[in-house]
């Protein structure tokens, strides 16, 4: 035993690494099996935005056209679809009208459905390439943690990072927020090192980091807010060794100036192959069908249209249409439901309460604790204070610009933040693990890392499903829907569920990125407008709960008549199933809470086409 112990203290560097290598793996290996399937757990069917996203990177790496999905910048996208490039049976997107239609979602169910390509396949390859993004998100974070915190905490950081569930589920689907915290991560790390270092070199370095950011996904966009703030904070700290307040700040503000410039020239030259093969007339209908007349958007429109026609210009042209087209999303708002809280714009404490619900526990304690003891123990040091600004800056932004914004349809969009939340915790626990050791303290904070383990592996393989233990699993629909929970990952789950129980039909009303009726031939089509029915029914959580607010609006029939049944199943928390006899439906004939203006009436439910 004391050799044993004597080894690790000789080899403590080599062990190090060894451990974070296998955290890492084990969490490859977690999102891997958990996308593909495993021990008889079929795998995630294509989640909504994954229609969109794959054709789209698809048509940039082999086609440079960019005229699918230009709302989101190209990277993620592109690198995911890399291994497409290798598939030589692969039938392309320009023999289907969606293409010169422009209309990305007919696009990506050609692509994946209808052109005879293996959807499976298709995702499989793709989603690779984005896992392996969120692998070197956690290296990235666990060399960030262990510069500045040393090798125990770096390891802790690494777990909760690992083993986080909102980063397990979406870091293994084709999407950008999981690139979006990578690009945050990266640009802030550099920022911080171009003010520290004062070289020509970790400037461009800050400003190549800043337009990967961008690239990556237009929140990072939000990045020229924070890095603004920044220069003041450090002015204020450094006034008495930089000879004052105002020189300090206009040397960093300079700074700031020229990695601003530098990541946009970057931004645009890396935007030019995407689009090379774009035509100026699809980019000038990108332009009007976007940009409409509103006065507020008229300037820029007209703007464009000058840029359109060259493809140096054009690459402007399209990274300007694509954060204009971001700021009209989350200024357009969604519908959203949260807690039995239904609305067709957004809900102002919707951020707040989903974190509640979706945080883990442990996550939670340890953040508490971090925000107490900061405040508690406010460092003297300006180094400490300094660092402390560049990560609680770029969480405080970005929660004061989503929760003033109107986008509320999931808990991933806080996505950018969460590696400064746990770089948070690793500065707390620093110093309690470092010089000033506390036995108890430490063996909390190995406790709540166990915890952290047991609790989000009991939901495996469902991790977009994730709910802590505030919310029971069987009613997890009535809290969140959409991305928070039903994204349409279900599917080939629900087809394992109707061979099973060898059901000969069932109606489906779906939520996602895959086709019912591709994967299960028995399935019907259905809709909370086509009225009560009886027999088997599948009901994506999403729809079940947002019926209600269009029912309302809209005088239809929503699945409110639902609401008197139980579930016999709930697939991955995101299906819910129903099975309901012709008797069951006479004995109580629902009856909608709303004026129906359309579709069957409460008396006119039993007709044979019902049942």
Same mark, same amino acid.
Not at 70 to 83: G, R, S, W
Not at 156 to 166: K, S
Not at 353 to 365: E, Q
Not at 368 to 383: C, D, G, N, Q, Y
């Given at each position: ?17 060894? @451990? ?7 969490? /490859? ?34 086609? $440079? ?61 793709? +989603? ?34 690992? /083993? ?7 870091? +293994? ?10 690009? /945050? ?43 603004? =703030? ?6 204020? !700290? ?14 960093? @503000? ?29 980019? $000038?209908?990108? %332009? ?38 971001? =700021? ?14 239904? #609305? ?5 404490? /919707? ?18 604790? #971090? ?35 109107? @986008?509320? *349809? ?18 707390? !626990? ?10 108890? %303290? ?38 969140? *829907? ?130």
């Amino acid at each position: 035993m004391k050799e044993a112990i004597k080894f690790c203290q000789e080899n403590k560097k080599w062990l190090t690494w060894v @451990l974070a290598g296998l955290i890492l793996s084990v969490m /490859f290996v977690v999102a891997l099996l958990s996308s593909r399937g495993a021990f008889g757990d079929p795998g995630d069917s294509a989640i909504v935005d994954e229609v969109a996203h794959i054709p789209s990177g698809y048509s940039y790496d082999a086609y $440079h056209d960019y005229r699918l999905n230009p709302e989101h910048p190209p990277f993620a996208k592109a690198l995911a679809a890399v291994p497409l490039l290798f598939e030589k049976d692969l039938h392309g997107l320009k023999n289907d009208a969606s293409w010169n239609g422009i209309n990305q979602w007919n696009a990506g169910w050609h692509f994946l459905y209808h052109a005879g390509n293996d959807p499976k396949k298709i995702l499989d390859a793709t +989603r690779l390439p984005m896992m392996l993004l969120m692998i070197a998100l956690g290296l990235f974070l666990f060399f960030w943690a262990k510069e500045k915190f040393g090798r125990k905490i770096a390891l802790i950081v690494l777990v909760l990072f690992a /083993f986080y569930p909102d980063i397990l589920a979406h870091g +293994r689907l084709v999407t950008t927020d999981v690139a979006a915290a990578f690009g /945050f991560t990266v640009a802030l790390y550099f920022f911080d090192k171009a003010f520290q270092k004062n070289t020509w070199r970790y400037l461009i370095f800050a400003a190549l980091a800043f337009a990967l950011a961008q690239l990556l996904k237009f929140s990072a966009l939000l990045l020229f807010g924070v890095f603004l =703030i920044l220069p003041v904070v450090w002015a204020i !700290l450094y006034r008495k060794t930089e000879k004052g307040f105002w020189p300090s700040l206009w040397r960093r @503000l300079k700074q700031y100036f020229w990695i601003c410039l530098l990541s946009v020239i970057a931004v645009w030259i890396a935007y030019i192959p995407f689009v090379w093969n774009t035509p100026p007339s699809i980019e $000038h209908q990108l %332009i009007e069908t976007n940009l409409t007349n509103d006065p507020r958007t008229l300037p820029l429109r007209n703007f464009e249209h000058k840029l359109e026609n060259h493809v140096v210009t054009r690459a402007l042209d399209h990274y300007l249409l694509g954060g204009m087209l971001v =700021i009209g999303r989350v200024e357009g708002g969604n519908k959203v439901y949260i807690l039995g809280h239904l #609305s067709d714009k957004s809900i102002s404490w /919707f951020f707040p309460a989903a974190y509640v619900l979706k945080t883990p526990i442990p996550i939670i304690i340890l953040l508490l604790f #971090s925000i107490t003891m900061i405040f508690v123990a406010w460092p003297k040091e300006k180094e400490k204070k300094w660092f402390l600004a560049v990560l609680l800056t770029p969480i405080l932004v970005y929660w004061a610009i989503t929760l003033k914004g109107q @986008l509320n *349809i999931g808990i991933r969009h806080l996505m950018p933040t969460i590696p400064f939340v746990l770089m948070l915790i690793g500065y707390t !626990l620093a110093p309690y693990f470092n010089s000033k050791p506390n036995r108890w %303290i430490q063996i909390g904070t190995y406790v709540l890392l166990g915890y952290l383990i047991v609790s989000v592996m009991n939901y495996y393989p469902g991790f977009i499903g994730y709910f802590n233990e505030f919310t029971p699993k069987d009613v997890r629909y009535e809290r969140m *829907i959409d991305s928070s929970l039903d994204w349409g990952q279900d599917l080939l789950r629900l087809k394992k569920y109707v061979d099973d129980n060898n059901i000969k039909s069932i109606k489906v009303d779906y939520f996602g990125g895959s086709v019912p009726s591709y994967y299960i031939p028995q399935a019907k089509e259905w809709h909370a407008q086509n009225g009560p029915t009886s027999g088997w029914i599948a009901v994506s959580a999403t729809f079940y709960q947002s019926s209600k607010l269009v029912g309302r609006e809209e005088g239809k029939w929503s699945y409110d008549w639902l609401d008197a049944y139980k579930p016999v199943a709930q697939i991955g928390g995101s299906i819910l199933v129903f099975d309901i006899t012709p008797q069951e439906l006479q004995k109580n004939p629902p009856i909608s809470p709303y004026p129906i203006t359309s579709g069957p009436t409460a008396v006119s439910i039993f007709s044979e086409q019902n049942f």
